[in-house]
């Protein structure tokens, strides 16, 4: 696959220049973990589920904190993904291989990697269980499992991908399926949809729409195409300021958005999509299409749905401010498997793995926690192949930007960020716990500017 965009160059690239040698100081080289060892302990001081973007930073931290040899990280996969690039992949702006490594190489030197799934959470008892009969004890447990992608609640899925004209770019399986989608278009409605569930990245639905308005109109097949976002949601974003931007360009483009419908069905075979009018149940339509793009529903992965440690809707119950358990002391969770009511994001790992290092030190001292997670995530919306908009929001839908210039512009020096600056924060501070988000660049701009 050959990228439809490369990296830009030049004056503005600069901006990041101070970001770069930054990482390259504090990151070190890169080493190698072996993997999991043959006699592996069954018990850690601190335990961390789940091999993603909070389980490999938190691990980091918890290294530095007690040891690596009292941390141990359980997770199956033996690829780690950074998956917010994936959007550009679905676009043809980035190569799938660039997006990831292998696991070993991510997990912190000397931590235990356990390549196995959790079956089974008893935090009465502070143990799991793993798929492969194991019981493994713990002082402290942090969960990061993530979030599951449930494909299989959309009839006709996941074996509609086997056909073409369909993609999705929430799956390494088929995110490239969005590219090829994206170059054999011809004429017709080209759909992008987002489910009736919590999603990872809420953005990510309509980026791929505005980067594929944008590949239309380089290719010439602008006016052959009918672009359609259909939503489940009452509005295209969940932030007034970004709402309002974004909504001058869906206007300017020309782009059709459909509130509160759900995809329910893919007839892949007749490039048909069936969607629900959530506002009116039992009225459904059915929209024929050249290009469909598909978010799947999503939900709490299934071991934590029936935990003791989930909330009712099965998602991991902690403190909004501390990210501690409600019920267990011991307990933690980090990123997309909490029931933080923000939005799921890579960036939101970040931010929150600073304030969960701080509330676990604290704990451990018998201390009550005070650093709070104020709910920050971060949304680059990106609009085209040089355009990003940088949302960045709190817990109260209010903007918590970082720089000193109004974010809610498209801009080529956040495109750049969002390309090419953040894979490198991800894989050489934040995995390696360096990176707590951009809470102290906030604080610097605003004072020089004050």
Request: net charge positive.
């Amino acid at each position: 696959m050959t990228p439809l965009a490369t990296a830009v160059s030049g004056p503005r690239a600069r901006l990041f220049a101070c970001f770069l040698r930054l990482g390259t100081q504090q990151a070190g080289p890169l080493r190698l973990h072996t993997g999991a060892s043959l006699a592996a302990k069954n018990y850690y001081e601190v335990l961390v589920l789940g091999g993603g973007s909070g389980g490999i930073t938190m691990a980091a931290r918890m290294k530095r904190k007690v040891g690596a040899e009292n941390v141990a990280v359980v997770e199956p996969s033996e690829r780690h993904f950074y998956q917010p690039i994936w959007t550009l992949v679905g676009a043809g702006a980035k190569q799938l291989s660039s997006s990831g490594r292998p696991t070993a190489s991510v997990i912190p030197s000397g931590v235990e990697w356990i390549k196995a799934r959790v079956v089974e959470l008893n935090p009465d008892k502070n143990c799991i269980h793993t798929d492969n009969g194991k019981e493994i004890s713990y002082k402290y447990l942090i969960i990061a499992l993530g979030i599951q992608l449930d494909y299989e609640k959309i009839k006709g899925l996941p074996e509609g991908f086997e056909h073409p004209k369909i993609g999705s770019n929430y799956s390494v399986k088929t995110v490239e399926k969005t590219w090829k989608a994206l170059q054999d278009f011809k004429e017709g409605n080209a759909i992008f949809t987002f489910p009736n569930t919590p999603v990872k990245c809420a953005g990510a639905p309509q980026k791929i729409m505005y980067l594929s308005e944008a590949y239309f109109r380089k290719t010439g097949k602008r006016s052959k195409a009918n672009i359609i976002f259909n939503t489940s949601l009452g509005a295209i974003f969940g932030v007034k300021k970004y709402a309002a931007a974004l909504q001058e360009i869906i206007q300017e483009r020309d782009l059709t958005v459909n509130y509160k419908q759900n995809l329910i069905e893919v007839r892949a075979d007749r490039q048909e999509a069936v969607f629900e009018n959530l506002d009116k149940p039992g009225e459904t339509q059915v929209i024929s299409y050249e290009m469909l793009h598909v978010t799947p529903p999503m939900s709490p992965p299934d071991v934590l749905k029936t935990s003791p440690v989930a909330d009712a809707a099965g998602w991991v119950d902690v403190d909004k401010e501390t990210l501690q358990h409600k019920k267990y002391p011991n307990v933690f969770g980090i990123g997309d498997c909490t029931n933080l009511p923000t939005s799921k994001t890579a960036a939101a790992v970040a931010a929150q793995s600073g304030i969960l290092d701080r509330t676990i030190s604290l704990v451990m001292k018998n201390q009550t926690p005070t650093k709070k997670y104020d709910g920050y995530t971060s949304c680059p919306l990106v609009t085209g192949y040089n355009r990003v908009i940088l949302a960045e929001f709190d817990y109260n839908a209010q903007p918590l930007e970082t720089f000193p210039f109004d974010q809610s512009k498209e801009r080529l020096s956040m495109y750049l960020m969002k390309a090419d600056l953040m894979p490198f924060l991800y894989w050489n501070m934040m995995l390696r716990g360096y990176w707590g988000g951009p809470a102290i660049l906030r604080k610097l701009f605003h004072l020089g500017m004050s």
